[in-house]
């Protein structure tokens, strides 16, 4: 673990909302809606608890005035800036988040300038104790999506557009700061831009060059740097701009008073011109050749920048103070907890190697909608950030406590972080054809770091965390009851003595609903008696502990799905065994984690029920279900990904994780049978009367739902990418017709 005390005063931890208002055509999107943040001021109590005093935070021209400078509507920033200025938090306000303006005074057109300069001196005028601003968030990123790549409006294409737009944008950051300073003359400028680096291979030099100068225009810019003896000043006359244009800026300097340096693990490029080896979707080229523009993150000859070399770039070249201004990294919640840490420490090395580091700034605290598709789709793909507003109420997750850990000890610990990010593992190479050694390492790779301790090696819940934690990156110790024996205190105690895991995650027990009516005791041992030891044992070594639990601690009649908070009411012995462990465990440890689940399939095994009824169906083989008791079936790899995340969440106590579905064992045949393509008139539903089971099953219903979080996609979705799976894996290899339709 770096220590860093040797950097003196660590810098300081900011946060942001994503809060961009984007257009695409006629449609303007608007992340504050989505978040809900919209309507929930207390958003702005959560912040302040975790110690955050500094926020990046929106009064937008296209929400504030949508329809007329004339017309404003101040009620929802007054309410916000109000609860923020009684804490003594301090906001940067945003006046134009990645916004082409409103429809009066558009991006493409002087208004915008001329509107945005009117718009902050209003701003100013009614919050005058306001003393930070960022008028155009990114005003570079803006203009490329706009007016070069032809995403968000004006969707142009051409370098013309894109410059026409960014000297738009600078433009209105000058008059908006002078506006501003009428009101304010000690306002700061807060000027964010994404700051990446192009590489390249010899053959495309020359672009990588023209991009790396091209990086720092809009700071360029505004510091009056952009005279003749620029290296872009004839590439910009000879697009569209002129010597009057320009000069607007010489004669008006207004230099950041601290940069803002947004940074992503995307934001390093490779353009490659090798195209036969990157599939075609991935080629473009600027008329002059055609190459690949991809993650240089991805390509093992590529010599990364990285964080701290290129703030100590940003230092070297304007020497104004630096704030990292975006953090956020759209994948799993190590990685991202990995990802924030991992910068926060370059951030304190720059700032140790002599650059004026002010702040790392943890972005997207609400998380996140569509930005995989760069906003373009609408297709409510969600990021969670520091919140996961996936519950009735934003819920921390671990990165949240990760920031308030750094924010109180100046330090951070969590076990995880000694793990390698997905940016540091051999798997992240692109496979290339011919590059022999690019293959993929992860299945020879065992993740690093201090471990989890899965119990249940050879069941398919335990082979299934196996796999997963190894694809995070999730260093872990799976093992067997010879290696530790969950009924065995000192077999426990042992094992935790040698493993040294940072938490237990208990998938053993016994499974077979019907043997145990015939085995009670033993049943009873594994699922309640092996449980409880497990978090006796927990609790004495101060771990973290998951277990699990099942649909049959209910009695299958309330008529509708199961919440955490109904009253359990097995009907056998598996059941009570459940519900006898649930109780004991929380009462020997509250911040037991208990997972209440269902039904799961998956790809990686050959006898759960969707497996063999996909292989049944392709024979040509009737398949027999029951038709009347009604269930959640759950994707275990969905099941498993969600506990991950619960278990760095810190979260406690019940909750039930299954895939948003409610069908009946015949349905969910028939629905697998759609998925694949095969007839659903193969499967016959059968009734109570009909039952074979040997232990009595609840009698309609045992659907879980959740009043805590839906955190698992729907069913359909699961089953569609349990076929690809399982096919790929050649479970079901003989099937040669299967498609997913």
């Known amino acids: 673990m770096v220590n860093v005390k040797k950097f003196h005063l660590p810098v300081d931890i900011w946060g942001g909302i994503e809060c961009t208002v984007n257009r695409v055509g006629e449609e303007y999107k608007d992340q504050i809606i989505r978040s809900g943040h919209e309507l929930r001021p207390d958003d702005l109590d959560r ?114 557009n894109f410059l026409r737009i960014l000297y738009h944008e600078c433009k209105g950051t000058v008059l908006a700061m002078q506006e501003i300073r009428k009101i304010r003359p000690d306002a700061r400028l807060v000027q964010t831009e994404d700051l990446g680096q192009t590489h390249s291979t010899p053959r495309l030099e020359y672009q990588a060059v023209y991009e790396n100068h091209r990086r720092w225009l809009s700071f360029d810019l505004l510091c009056g740097r952009v005279k003749r003896d620029h290296p872009l000043w004839q590439h910009l006359l000879s697009s569209g701009l002129t010597e009057e244009e320009l000069r607007f800026f010489w004669e008006n300097p207004c230099p950041p008073d601290l940069l803002g340096i947004n940074h992503y693990l995307t934001s390093e490029r490779f353009l490659d011109h090798r195209i036969a080896q990157y599939p075609p979707h991935l080629v473009g080229g600027n008329g002059r050749h055609a190459y690949v523009d991809t993650e240089a993150i991805r390509i093992r000859e590529v010599r990364m920048a990285g964080a701290d070399r290129l703030l100590k770039e940003a230092w070297d070249r304007y020497q104004i103070p630096i704030a990292v201004t975006e953090v ?107 590059f022999a050694n690019e293959i993929c390492a992860s299945s020879q790779v065992f993740p690093e770091g201090r471990p989890l301790l899965i119990t249940g090696a050879t069941g398919t819940l335990g082979q299934a965390f196996a796999r997963i934690c190894t694809s995070r990156g999730i260093a872990y110790r799976l093992v067997n009851r010879a290696e530790m024996d969950i009924t065995d205190p000192q077999s426990i105690t042992k094992a935790l003595e040698k493993i040294k895991p940072w938490a237990v995650i208990n998938t053993a027990g016994y499974v077979k609903v019907d043997q145990a009516e015939d085995e009670p005791d033993r049943c009873s041992l594994d699922n309640h008696f092996g449980a409880v030891q497990l978090a006796k ?46 109780k004991d465990v929380l009462a020997l440890l509250p911040s037991a984690l208990v997972i209440r689940t269902s039904a799961f399939f998956g790809p990686w095994d050959e006898y759960n029920f969707a497996t063999i009824a996909l292989r049944k169906l392709a024979a040509g083989e009737p398949f027999e279900a029951a038709a009347h008791v009604r269930v959640s079936p759950t994707y275990v790899v969905d099941l498993v990904n969600a506990c991950l995340d619960l278990l760095l969440d810190g979260a406690e106590g019940i909750w039930h994780s299954a895939n948003p579905g409610n069908v009946s064992w015949a349905e969910f045949a028939r629905l697998v049978a759609l998925k694949a393509g095969l007839p659903e008139t193969q499967v016959e539903g059968w009734y109570k009367g009909q039952m074979k089971n040997q232990a009595r ?39 040669k017709e299967f498609q997913v339709v």
């Open 47 to 160: 912040f302040a608890a975790l110690g955050i005093r500094t926020i990046r935070y929106p009064v937008l021209w296209e929400r504030t005035a949508p329809q007329s400078l004339q017309t404003p509507d101040w009620q929802w920033a007054d309410e916000r800036l109000e609860k923020l200025r009684l804490p003594g938090m301090n906001p940067i306000v945003g006046l134009v988040h990645h916004g082409s303006g409103p429809k009066y005074a558009s991006i493409e057109t002087p208004s915008f300038a001329e509107g945005l300069a009117q718009f902050a001196g209003m701003v100013a005028r009614r919050y005058p104790w306001v003393r930070d601003y960022t008028p155009v968030n990114e005003p570079l990123t803006t203009a490329r999506f706009c007016g070069l790549y032809g995403h968000w409006y004006p969707h142009g294409r051409s370098t013309g």
């Open 697 to 735: 099953l609840p009698v309609r219903n045992t659907v879980l739902a959740s009043e805590k979080a839906w955190l698992l996609p729907p069913l359909e979705h699961a089953i569609e990418r349990y076929i690809r799976d399982a096919v790929m894996l050649q479970n079901l290899s003989e099937v």
């Open 537 to 582: 044992a927990c609790r004495d070594h101060g771990l973290g502990y998951l277990t699990f639990s099942s649909d049959l601690v209910f009695n299958g009649q309330k008529g509708s799905p199961y919440l955490e908070s109904d009253p359990v009411n097995p009907v056998n012995v598996y059941g009570a065994s459940k519900a006898m462990a649930e």
């Open 328 to 434: 956020h990294l759209g994948c799993t919640r190590e990685d991202h907890m990995r990802w924030f840490h991992q910068v926060w420490l370059k951030a304190n090395k720059a700032k140790a190697d002599g650059a004026d580091i002010r702040a790392i700034t943890v972005w997207a605290m609400l998380g996140s909608f569509d930005w995989d598709s760069l906003l373009v789709q609408s297709r409510h793909y969600y990021e969670p950030g520091l919140m996961d507003l996936r519950s009735p109420e934003p819920r921390p997750t671990g990165l949240a406590g990760l920031i308030k850990e750094i924010i109180t000890t100046g330090n951070a610990a969590h076990p995880i972080l000694e793990g390698k990010g997905w940016w540091q593992r051999e798997d992240r190479w692109i496979r290339r054809p011919g």
